[in-house]
Every structure is written in C-alpha cells, then in structure tokens.
C-alpha cells in the first residue's frame, strides 16, 4: 500500500526535475520564461519546447516524454494507493 505512496513520490521527483531541464533550455534559447509563474505556464512551456526540438533536431526532446510519462504515473500511483487503501 505504501508502495504506491512511494512511487508517486517518485515520479513527482522525476516530473519537477524533467519540468527544470525544459525550463532552462527554453531559457538557454532566448525564450521568456517566468520561474515564479512556472506552475501555471508549464503546459505552454512545454509546447514550446516540443515545437524549438523538433525543429532543431526533427524529433521531440527526450524531457518532453519524461515529462508526460513522469505526472501520468504519479496519477496513477495515487489513484492505486486510494483504491487499495480502502
């Protein structure tokens, strides 16, 4: 049950360490980006970066699937300590 609880916690870790690596590459490259508002505009942070990726290298930056896979997988984690839990 507490497995669960832990791998959420990873993949939260993982998530915020993926959302600072695209948050410095956009700003490595000239972007404006907002530390302080970066909770709110991550999801258009995260375009940007996909859209400056691909058409630097062709494909999408490997922190983009980081990204997704991370906050996916700490959801489902959590929803399976609440489930198993009960």
């Known amino acids: 049950m507490e497995f669960f609880l832990f791998l959420?916690?990873?993949?939260?870790i993982v998530y915020i360490i993926a959302t600072?690596?695209?948050?410095?590459?956009?700003?490595?490259?000239?972007?404006?980006?907002?530390?302080l508002l970066i909770r709110l505009m991550m999801f258009s942070y995260v375009s940007k970066y996909k859209e400056l990726t691909r058409k630097e290298s062709g494909k999408t930056g490997f922190p983009f699937y980081l990204w997704i896979i991370s906050i996916n997988l700490a959801?489902?984690?959590?929803v399976l300590f609440l489930i198993f839990r009960a």
């Open 20 to 35: 600072i690596i695209i948050y410095s590459y956009l700003k490595e490259k000239g972007e404006r980006v907002n530390f």
């Open 75 to 78: 959801l489902i984690s959590i």
């Open 8 to 12: 959420a916690g990873f993949f939260i």
